[in-house]
């Protein structure tokens, strides 16, 4: 293996770890959210507004990349 090659599948597993952590903490934010408040208006904004966090995050790192 090449040191280019070496380097995409460093950043690669970096990106791979990045998307599931943020994964994990959208849904755990999401179930806590569900779990603890009466469905309402106010209730869907939040779970919609930790969808748009998720979609962000995920846009930005493929846009940017991960540090």
């Given at each position: 293996?090449?040191?280019?090659?070496?380097?995409?599948?460093y950043?690669?597993?970096?990106?791979?770890?990045?998307k599931?952590k943020?994964?994990?903490?959208?849904?755990?934010m999401?179930?806590?959210?569900?779990?603890?408040l009466?469905?309402?208006?106010?209730r869907?904004?939040?779970?919609?507004?930790?969808?748009?966090?998720?979609?962000w995050?995920?846009?930005c790192?493929e846009?940017?990349g991960?540090?």
């Amino acid at each position: 293996m090449d040191l280019e090659e070496e380097a995409l599948n460093y950043n690669k597993g970096k990106d791979e770890a990045f998307k599931a952590k943020i994964t994990d903490k959208c849904e755990d934010m999401e179930n806590l959210v569900i779990s603890n408040l009466h469905p309402c208006y106010e209730r869907k904004m939040i779970e919609q507004r930790i969808r748009e966090v998720y979609l962000w995050a995920n846009y930005c790192a493929e846009l940017h990349g991960v540090k």
